[in-house]
């Protein structure tokens, strides 16, 4: 494959670059974003914040590969996480790199059980059995969800959803944790638990950290650095960056 690998990257220095990115969904007249350019560093906090439809949830797939090697539609320019142009590698080998928790936590829980929402994803990479029980363990305490592993998801309240969803994301040893409004339907209680964890995760665990949200007072106490996202597609050609 045509892509630089690196083998190893220290905190601070350059992990995300977006290089003059557009992105048009199939079939739609306009961008939903466009001429994209953000660099983000490895163990930043970074937090990106929209109104309504101006491209929060099409930002992060464009992180995940999602968009668009699912989506398809139009993309112009790159997206290169931790060394691999989204574009020339496959959404399973980013997923490797990269964990979304998603805007509706119930579309992405879709077992009967904490314990295999959390061992699905490193089932799936063929890991030795030990390996996934460490990681499940792991990634359940991390979310302060330990002792909720016989329970369904179904059971959970709204944060402790979004938690487990983090805790799915986590089994995959991901080193970016991109988070669409994971805390949109959350009282302040359950947004401060999950706000916690995902500090938690980037000061303890170097995660570098993209989050999505149109609540700013929120972030503006956790995240390193907070841009905007501005534009109306159908007024202004696709949202941007500012
Ligand atoms: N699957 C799709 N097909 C066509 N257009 C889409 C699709 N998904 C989103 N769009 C359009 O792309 C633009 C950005 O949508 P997106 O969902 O990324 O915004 P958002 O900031 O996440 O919105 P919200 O705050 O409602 O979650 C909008 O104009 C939307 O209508
Ligand atoms: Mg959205």
């Known amino acids: 494959m045509g892509h ?9 220095e350059p992990y995300i670059v977006m290089d003059d990115v557009s992105y048009r969904y199939p079939g739609a007249k306009c961008y939903a974003l466009e001429g994209l350019n953000l660099t983000i560093s ?10 309504h439809g101006t491209g929060k949830s099409t930002f992060c797939q464009l992180l995940n590969g999602v968009i668009p090697n699912f989506q398809g539609g139009q993309m112009e320019g790159s997206v290169i996480v931790a060394g691999l142009n989204t574009q020339e590698v496959s959404v399973a080998e980013l997923a490797q790199k990269v964990g979304i928790v998603l805007q ?11 314990i295999s ?15 996934i029980l460490e990681r499940v363990r792991w990634a359940l305490q991390v979310v302060r969800l330990t002792g909720f592993e016989e329970r369904s998801p179904t059971s959970l309240s709204g944060g402790q959803k979004q938690r487990l969803a983090i805790a799915a994301a986590l089994a995959m040893r991901p080193e970016v944790l ?9 009282d302040p209680v ?21 989050m999505a949200t149109h609540k700013s007072e929120e972030v503006a106490q956790f995240a390193d650095r907070v ?7 159908q007024e202004r050609g696709g949202g941007s960056v500012r």
């Open 4 to 12: 630089v690998r690196f083998a190893q990257y220290r905190t601070g």
């Open 42 to 51: 490895k163990g930043e906090f970074v937090a990106i914040l929209g109104e």
């Open 104 to 114: 509706d936590p119930e579309a992405q829980l879709f077992t009967t059980k904490v």
């Open 117 to 131: 929402e959390v061992a699905f994803g490193p089932e799936n990479l063929c890991i030795e059995a030990d390996e």
């Open 178 to 186: 991109v988070l669409d409004e994971a805390t949109s339907q959350l």
């Open 190 to 210: 359950g947004t401060s638990e999950v706000l916690s964890v995902v500090r938690k995760l980037n000061q303890e665990y170097d995660v570098t950290i993209f």
């Open 227 to 233: 841009d905007h996202l501005h534009g109306h597609p």
